[in-house]
């Protein structure tokens, strides 16, 4: 074989390995509404209730991040 046939046939081969066992994900998770409520307290706290509306896959975890609380109690 010459060296552009065996190339060729090395990029195939690649090609269908990739294929084959290559993990494909269509996770198409969707916030569609989120409303934040806040009741603040006569102490000067507040609560906060957040609701969100989605459509998400099964398994999907979610994970909310609260940054910057600084001396939230």
Do not use: P
């Not at 060729?8 to 494909?24: H, P, Q, R, W």
């Not at 000067?44 to 989605?54: D, L, N, P, W, Y």
Request: charged share 30%.
């Amino acid at each position: 074989m010459n060296k552009r046939i065996r190339r060729l046939l090395g990029i195939g081969v690649a090609f269908l390995f990739s294929m084959a066992f290559g993990e494909t994900v269509f996770a198409e998770n969707e916030l569609s509404d989120m409303t934040i409520e806040v009741e603040l307290q006569e102490d000067g706290s507040g609560i906060v209730t957040e609701h969100r509306k989605m459509i998400m896959d099964d398994g999907t975890e979610l994970y909310i991040v609260l940054d910057d609380l600084q001396d939230s109690a």
